[in-house]
T-cell receptor, first 114, second 112 residues
Framework: GAGVSQSPSNKVTEKGKDVELRCDPI?????LYWYRQSLGQGLEFLIY????????KSGLPSDRFSAERTGGSVSTLTIQRTQQEDSAVYLC????????????FGPGTRLLVL | DAKTTQPPSMDCAEGRAANLPCNHS???????VYWYRQIHSQGPQYIIH???NNETNEMASLIITEDRKSSTLILPHATLRDTAVYYC?????????????FGKGTTLSVSS
């Protein structure tokens, strides 16, 4: 596709359930990033991938959060045993190479944990 | 640590120039200044970047001081659609192992 796509666009879940968020980066982009934005807050870096490996997982807020990337393309962010404070917009971005300044963002997945 | 300082908010009248300042006093010689903006409910969008020379594109102009410790993003004729949060970021392009780290940005409100 022409840009970064994310699915679902909106997700409502109950506290304690697991959720999976998907990101399709721009074709050919080797670097992929996940960010989180809570209501009224700034962008919080979660994790980035170079190819299929994740050199920097420092932003993951707890061990309930995990992410993987297969085939150097699609990435999935998984949140286990969701809590209400996990409610946020989860944004995915990609760039041509690790550290590239031209980073392209997807529209985000809006997660609401009831 | 976002390495930049921006005012939390600014107002601008429609049709006037919006000048958004950014301080980056600890910028190193190989770091570029990037500007992104985030319109409500959308992902951030790249605007412009520069190293030390002033830059202009179809969206904006970037003025970087000679000592590179600060810069100003200029939207020459602001419209209501320019209402957004503007982020100033410094980084070395294509440096392995880094991601864009966003600060709190400046919320620009354009009114008619």
């Amino acid at each position: 596709g022409a840009g970064v796509s994310q699915s679902p666009s909106n997700k409502v879940t109950e506290k304690g359930k697991d959720v999976e968020l998907r990101c399709d980066p721009i074709s050919g982009h080797t670097a992929l990033y996940w960010y989180r934005q809570s209501l009224g807050q700034g962008l919080e870096f979660l994790i980035y991938f170079q190819g299929n490996s994740a050199p920097d997982k420092s932003g993951l807020p707890s061990d309930r959060f995990s992410a993987e990337r297969t085939g150097g393309s699609v990435s999935t962010l998984t949140i286990q045993r969701t809590q209400q404070e996990d409610s946020a917009v989860y944004l995915c971005a990609s760039s041509e190479a690790s550290g590239g300044g031209f980073v392209y963002f997807g529209p985000g997945t809006r997660l609401l944990v009831l | 640590d976002a390495k930049t300082t921006q005012p939390p908010s600014m107002d601008c009248a429609e049709g006037r120039a919006a000048n958004l300042p950014c301080n980056h006093s600890t910028i190193s010689g190989n770091e570029y200044v990037y500007w992104y903006r985030q319109i409500h409910s959308q992902g951030p969008q790249y605007i412009i970047h520069g190293l030390k020379n002033n830059e202009t594109n179809e969206m904006a102009s970037l003025i970087i001081t000679e000592d590179r410790k600060s810069s100003t993003l200029i939207l020459p004729h602001a419209t209501l659609r320019d209402t957004a949060v503007y982020y100033c970021i410094v980084r070395v392009p294509y440096q392995a192992g880094t991601a864009l780290i966003f600060g709190k940005g400046t919320t620009l409100s354009v009114s008619s």
